[in-house]
Each structure stands twice: as C-alpha cells, then as structure tokens.
C-alpha cells in the first residue's frame, strides 16, 4: 500500500497511529507529499488533491481519513479499533466525529491566519473558535465515560491527535484551562509509541 501524507496533517497523524497501534505501518510506503501545491502525483489519484490518499495494493484509491482509518481496521486480526458491536460503534464513531469536527474548525482558523491581514475576518475566527471551544468543552464533560474505558479505540485516538494539533498549531491558546479531565487523560495518551513516534513536524 501507499499512503500520500504531510507530516503535519493531524487527519494523516490519525491513520499513522492507527497504523502503529495495528502493526499495518510496515506495510505501507508512505509518499511525503504537498497538497496545497496539487502535485500531479497526487491530483492524479485524487482528484480532490487532499491527504490522507490511500493506494491499496490492488490499486484501489481510498480518501478521508475516516474512511482510510475504517479500510485499515479490516486487514488486521488484532482487536478491532471500530467496534462491530452496534452500541459500542457509534459510540467511537461518534467521538472519532467530534474530534474531527474540532479539527474542521481549527484548521479553519489556522488557514484564516495565514490570509493577508486586511482580508481577515475576526467574526469568522470568533465563530470556528466557539465550535472549537464548545468541543473541547463536550469532551471534557464526557470524559469520565470515554477516557475512562481501558481498550484503545479510533474515537480516543481521534481524540488524541486534534488535541495534538492544537499544541502544535495554537500553542498560545492553552487547551488545559478549566479542563482537568482532559489534560490528565491526554498527558497520560500521548506518552504512547504510537503518539510520540508521530508527533508533527514542519
């Protein structure tokens, strides 16, 4: 398999982990790639010339990290990191969703700093920064549920790379303020192999 990848895409950092966590990264040839320059080796496979792009070993093409993440969960035989119990599947989807979700509106945020100072709009900031905090906040109340379970799953590790990326990307803006059960959990998450062998990197 080839995966097309930025070292500093959190929605790639997912697939990495998860990756690690099932001992699939051997298997995939990882093509360090710049999607904002639409390389014609990637446009050339996706058409959206996004990453994460996945090329399977029989030349299927999978793109969105979700999707990717959800193809990769079926090759393996170690615990599945999706459940197949209903309940407990929408349960991670659901969380993986919330994390990407925070995503969506912090890189939103990051792309609207890099705008020319004049064409930035600060009510545009004021809102993604609210979707951002509202889920953080959602995460941080519902922690004593999810952070509490003890097997590893694609809605914690969903979970551990936004809050990464925040670190990374707004280190000036403390995620931890007010939120105890989340900075313990992630403290502790981050120590993993998986987490400190992908951390990102310009």
């Known amino acids: 398999m080839k995966l097309y990848y930025s070292p500093t895409s959190p929605f790639v950092r997912k697939v990495n982990v998860l990756a690690i966590e099932t001992g699939l990264d051997k298997q995939i040839e990882w093509i360090k790639t710049n999607p904002w320059q639409a390389e014609d080796k990637l446009t050339a496979e996706n058409p959206l010339s996004k990453i ?14 979700r999707l990717i993440c959800e193809y990769l969960d079926s090759l393996h035989t170690v615990e599945k990191l999706i459940p197949e119990e209903r309940e ?28 020319p100072l004049e064409k930035r709009s600060d009510d545009w900031d004021v809102m993604q920064k609210g979707s951002v905090e509202r889920g953080l906040d959602y995460l941080e109340q519902s922690s004593s549920g999810w ?18 990326w925040l670190d990374f990307r707004f280190a000036d803006e403390n995620w931890r303020t007010n939120r105890p059960g989340l900075k313990a959990w992630y403290e502790n998450f981050s120590k993993r192999p998986s987490m400190l062998e992908t951390l990102p990197k310009e």
């Open 52 to 65: 994460p792009t996945l090329i399977c070993d029989d030349e299927k093409v999978i793109y969105d990290s």
């Open 88 to 115: 407990s599947r929408w349960q991670v989807l659901r969380l993986q969703a919330l994390a990407d979700g925070i995503l969506d509106a912090g890189i939103l945020r990051f792309l609207e700093k890099k705008r």
């Open 147 to 164: 952070a509490a379970e003890k097997n590893l799953d694609l809605g914690v590790i969903s979970v551990g790379c936004v809050l990464g």
